[in-house]
């Protein structure tokens, strides 16, 4: 069975910061990977995705990811965080053979201190 | 584009009643899923529909099911209602198979 770890619950930067959240999943073969956000009371926006390919992916508002097969992980980047970017942002996998299913990490929430 | 919209954005039910919650996806999405976020459990799949048929399904008991129209609207019914199945509802269309997923804002259903 596929899962989805984001070790970090919590995490505080200050703007202007560097930001990496982690990522790390469990699938039998290569995945379909997703970089989502949520504000409170909120849906969730798609920041990123991971087919194939280039194992750096770049999305929305300057984040990007980096698929590295070997240590199953797909941490999510950002060189300078601002304010707005204070959010839960939450990691997925999807079957890349099954449809539209996708199960998510725990997420992480990030603060931003000025 | 419109995207995904969820009816109603707020419900408040009694325990032991049932809820109809209603997804219209972004036109031309087929496939439409649904998830069930809590603060305890996090984000669960329930189920995914395309072209009508329910295509997967998670591990949810048998309380929660769903439905698919020819226009791809989707509705999904919870019977028997108990505390613990308030929540925030996430619904999220795609195009076809294993393409990005589109989320509304949710419905929020909460159990007294």
């Known amino acids: 069975a596929q899962s989805v770890t984001q070790p970090d619950i919590h995490i505080t930067v200050s703007e202007g910061a560097s930001l990496e959240l982690r990522c790390n999943y469990s699938y039998g073969a290569t995945p379909y990977l997703f970089w989502y956000v949520q504000s409170p009371g909120q849906g969730l926006q798609l920041l990123l995705k991971y087919f194939s390919g280039d194992t750096l992916v770049q999305g929305i508002k300057g984040f990007e990811a980096e698929f590295k097969r070997s240590q199953s992980s797909f941490n999510l980047r950002k060189p300078s965080v601002h304010w707005s970017d204070a959010a839960e942002y939450f990691c997925a996998v999807g079957p890349n053979n099954a449809g539209n299913m996708l199960t998510f990490g725990g997420g992480t929430r990030l603060m931003v201190k000025p | 584009k419109a995207g995904v919209t969820q009816t109603p954005r707020y419900l408040i039910k009694t325990r032991g009643q049932q809820v109809t919650l209603s997804c219209s996806p972004i036109s031309g999405h087929r496939s439409v899923s649904w998830y069930q976020q809590t603060p305890g459990q996090g984000l669960q799949f329930l189920f995914e529909?395309?072209?009508?048929?329910?295509?997967n399904k998670g591990n949810f008991p048998g309380r929660f099911s769903g439905r698919q129209f020819s226009n791809s609207r989707s509705e999904m019914n919870v019977s028997t209602l108990e505390l613990g199945d308030s929540a925030l509802y996430l619904c999220a269309s795609g195009r076809e198979w294993h393409t990005e997923a589109f989320f509304g804002q949710g419905t929020r259903l909460t159990v007294v």
């Open positions: 529909y395309f072209s009508e048929t329910q295509r």
